[in-house]
Every structure is written in C-alpha cells, then in structure tokens.
C-alpha cells in the first residue's frame, strides 16, 4: 500500500470511529425521562464473617449490587452515580453494545466523575447470565478497581428456558483484604524487568460467596428433590477458584452465560477469573452439605456457602476434609 493510500484508509477510519462515538454519545443521552435502574457507587463496610469487617466500594451499598434482571432487545435506561473521590466507570459485561455505552474506556466510553452521574442507555443482548462490574483500573491502589466489591449480576432474559429448575441462586465469589506479597524466584527469574527487581503479586486475607465467608450469613434452604439453577459468578480480581458440592453433580447448561451445545454433569466446577457457569443441581441427598472450595487454603480464607433445613441430619458427605464450619445445604 502507498503512503498516500495509507493516510488515506487511516483518516477514514478515524472519521468513521468518531462517528460512531458521536452516535453512541447520542444514543446514551437521547434517553429522557426517569431512568429505570439507579446504581450508586459509594464506600460501604461490610461484616463478611463473624468480627471480621471490611472496608470497601461497591453498588448500593451491597455485595453483590442489585440484581438487574432485563429482558432482551427491550431498550434500557441506567443512571449510575459515582460518588466517591476517584473517576470511575461501570461495565456491562457480555453485552454487545455501542461503544459509548458498554463501559469501557478503552473502548471509547466516557470516565464518571467524583459526583457526577452517567446515563447509559441500551437494548440490552444476548440472552444469558451477564454482570457489571468497574473497568477502572487499580495500579497499585488495590482498594480500587475489581479489587472492590464493584460488581452485581445482570441476567438478560430471553424466549428460551434453558432448562426446567424450581429455585435459583446467584453466588459470586470474591476476595478481600489484598496486599503485595513477594513473587516466587521462577517469576522473578523470568521477568522481564532490567535491571532485576524484587517484583510482587498479590495475596488476600479473606473469601467469600455474595458478602459472607464460610460459617457466616444466612443458609440456602432446599427441600429434597430440587433442581437448584445456580449461576455462580468469579468475581475476584485474580484468583482462580475450585469448587464442588460433595454428594452432588453440577450439570452444566451455561457458560459465560452461552448455553453449551450439549449439557454435562461434572463434581467439580472450575472457575477462572470473571467467568460464569450455569449449572443444574438435583439436591437428592439427604444431610447437610457444603458448597466450597477443594483447596484447605481457600477455605480457611472463608471460601464456602452454607444451606440448610430444620429436622435434618448431617450425612457424612456433608463436609468438604479439611473444615468443620461452612455454608451447607440441608436436605429433609
């Protein structure tokens, strides 16, 4: 390609995409009236376990932030107001919108201002379990960002059931109390930092599904025989997360919030950072249970969810080895 054809392609495309942005921009302000969702980012404290609170932000005051449920192609209005000292933003994962809307920076979505308030407005697709979060990026402040309690689930709802459940439950596991601990020699040798620096990662005090650590919060309750939908969230900052149900099967109907082609029943669920599994499980066994994680560690950070009913006994794979208190479920 010549130089002159070169410049040329480039203008258009700068043209084009600030086009674009001017006609997200409108689509974001074009809006009026009451908006149908108010989110609010705002320092809160929350108790996660028994004696132990933290200080963080989040969506309302609550972890996770409100449930948006939005129905799919049904135009939406969002007012999120960012009243914290540091610029922010909020993003709709998943979605496939304008840039202006979708809530990146990167991608061309305008940052909100301590105090200021931010209109988004969509036609929110595809069908399936979404979330928002902040894409304000942390650096080394790590009270700032996905570090936070920024996020909530968002489920867009489409004409197709994907299967047949009588409860569903939203869990998101996040981690809390962050810090700088020092990297491993085989990270370091492999830096490539010059001249060699001692380098750092981050390590946490706490876990937690929704704002509860193990032991703490209040149970899931199931009766014998329900199919349970649950949407389980990673929404930690950089923790990859196991976790299994003794006793019970997880079959799988979503991931990232896209039915899988074809359906699968595994024991134990494996979760990377941000992703989400839509899972059916049949509580057929009788006793008390609990849903966490397989690693020792990770449990005594708190990471594990209790469910249970009155009049029942504890089973003997009611406990995940390794940790006696947790969040079980209990079967009559």
């Known amino acids: 390609m010549k130089r002159r054809d070169f410049l040329a392609s480039a203008a258009m495309a700068l043209a084009a995409r600030s086009m674009h942005g001017l006609t997200g921009e409108a689509a974001g302000a074009g809006a009026q009236g009451k908006a149908d969702h108010l989110l609010r980012i ?7 376990g028994h004696g132990v609170t933290v200080k963080t932000v989040a969506f309302n005051g609550q972890v996770p932030g409100p449930l948006l449920r939005l129905r799919e192609g049904v135009p939406v209005t969002i007012d999120v107001t960012n009243a914290t000292e540091n610029p922010d933003i909020t993003h709709w994962h998943g979605l496939a919108i304008d ?8 991608e061309g979505s305008p940052m909100i201002g301590p105090g200021r308030t931010q209109r988004y407005h969509f036609a929110p697709k595809p069908a399936g379990t979404r979330w928002y979060h902040t894409h304000a990026g942390a650096f080394d402040n790590l009270a700032l960002g996905t570090y936070s309690g920024q996020f909530g689930f968002l489920l867009i709802e489409g004409k197709d059931q994907p299967a047949p459940y009588d409860m569903e439950v939203n869990l998101a596991i996040h981690h809390w109390e962050p810090g700088f601990v020092p990297m491993v020699e085989t990270m370091r040798e492999m830096s490539a930092n010059v001249p060699q620096t001692t380098g750092s990662d981050v390590g ?4 937690t599904i929704n704002s509860h650590m193990l032991g703490a919060g209040e149970p899931l309750r199931v009766k014998h025989g329900q199919r349970v939908l649950m949407r389980l969230l990673n929404a930690s900052a950089t923790e990859n997360v196991v976790l299994a149900l003794p006793g019970h099967s997880f079959k799988i109907i979503a991931m990232d919030g896209n039915p899988v082609p074809t359906p699968k029943s595994v024991e134990v669920l494996s979760l990377a950072v941000a992703e989400r599994v839509d899972a059916i499980v049949e509580m057929n066994q009788p006793g008390v249970w609990v849903l966490g994680s397989t690693l020792e560690k990770s449990r005594k950070m708190g990471l594990a969810s209790l469910s249970s009913m009155r009049g029942t006994r504890a089973s003997r794979y009611g ?13 009559r």
């Open 42 to 48: 705002e320092p809160c404290t929350l108790e996660i």
């Open 99 to 106: 840039s202006y809307n979708d809530g990146a920076m990167e």
């Open 204 to 207: 946490y005090k706490y876990a």
């Open 319 to 331: 406990r995940i080895p390794g940790r006696r208190s947790g969040i079980t479920a209990s079967l």
